[in-house]
Nanobody
Framework: QVQLQESGGGVVQAGGSLRLSCLAS????????MAWFRQAPGKEREFVALVSWGGGTLYYADFAQGRFHISRDNSKNTIYLEMNSLKPEDTAVYYCAADHRGTSAIRRGSDLAFWGQGTQVTVSS
């Protein structure tokens, strides 16, 4: 059973915007913090943004601050990543993740309980 399913990736020109969605199963969504990670070709996976289970706490990587916005809709078991002013270096596969542990542990991205299969984002120059 798919626990997390990302969508919304695609090809966009530099300066453009995309909104990613992650639909979660009830098991993956309930009482879990939710996060986005990304992995570019030849690079390690890196943290992008996190929203706490209640939605009241947000964390962003430095490169995402001011350009990306993470949110969650608990009525739809869905989180979103609004990405603006996209740059070619934002090109990556973007993954959704969920875990109940502390936000610091989640941001390290190790051994998280749930991962999606990823959605490709390509930013052309």
């Amino acid at each position: 059973q798919v626990q997390l399913q990302e969508s919304g990736g695609g090809v966009v020109q530099a300066g453009g915007s995309l909104r990613l969605s992650c639909l979660a199963s009830l098991r993956a969504f309930s009482n879990n913090h939710m996060a986005w990670f990304r992995q570019a070709p030849g690079k390690e996976r890196e943290f992008v943004a996190l929203v706490s289970w209640g939605g009241g706490t947000l964390y962003y990587a430095d490169f995402a601050q001011g350009r990306f916005h993470i949110s969650r809709d608990n009525s739809k078991n869905t989180i979103y990543l609004e990405m603006n002013s996209l740059k070619p270096e934002d090109t990556a596969v973007y993954y959704c993740a969920a875990d109940h542990r502390g936000t610091s542990a989640i941001r390290r991205g190790s051994d998280l309980a749930f991962w999606g299969q990823g959605t490709q984002v390509t930013v052309s120059s």
